[in-house]
């Protein structure tokens, strides 16, 4: 018997499958083992829309004035022309060759897509990592803002329904990694 077979046997409300785009009432999207039952039909699915259509717009480098977790990190030169150049759902091959990253033209770094991306309105987001606030860290990019998402965008992404500031912590640490930032704060 695998490992699936045993949970329906053990456990019959139990479905032990991988799970879609949606399917546990989070707006993010990943291929994780599912063990609870799906609480959403395809059609219900949240979408990137849902959840940040309602926010105000910032431009690259911007603090939101009415909340300072709606912050977006600042971008290069460059990386403002390949966010430019990117197209919601589309990855660094749809860039003129000049913008790509030289990894990127190797043998090795031509396969890997999910870097450089724009989310799309219409679908669940990607999986949000602790790494969401970097343009070239996935697929994070804003639909059609010129920037990546913010620390408020990526909050509400992760399920997290209004977050609040954090405690008393200023909010640049929320920013800084290097000592354990918002997602360290977070999990504790």
């Not at 010129?146 to 008393?168: C, K, T, V, W, Y």
Request: glycine share 10%.
């Amino acid at each position: 018997m695998d490992f699936a077979q045993g949970l329906r046997t053990a456990r019959p409300r139990v479905e032990a499958r991988y799970r879609e785009y949606g399917e546990c009432s989070r707006t993010s999207a990943s291929q994780n083992l599912l063990l609870i039952p799906p609480t959403h039909r395809a059609n219900e699915y949240r979408k990137v829309a849902d959840a940040l259509r309602k926010l105000p717009p910032l431009r690259a480098g911007e603090v939101c004035t009415t909340d300072p977790l709606h912050r977006a990190s600042t971008l290069s030169n460059r990386n403002l022309k390949r966010i430019r150049a990117s197209r919601p759902g589309g990855t660094w091959r749809d860039w003129p060759r000049h913008l790509r990253a030289d990894c990127h033209k190797e043998k090795t770094g031509k396969t890997y897509r999910s870097v450089y991306g724009r989310m799309e309105w219409d679908k669940p987001s990607p999986t949000i990592t602790t790494q969401f606030y970097g343009f070239g860290n996935g697929r994070f990019g804003h639909p059609e803002q010129d920037r990546g998402i913010s620390l408020r965008e990526g909050a509400i992404l992760q399920s997290f329904p209004n977050p609040e500031p954090l405690g008393e912590k200023p909010v640049s640490q929320f920013c800084d990694s290097s000592r354990g930032g918002y997602f360290e704060f977070v999990g504790r």
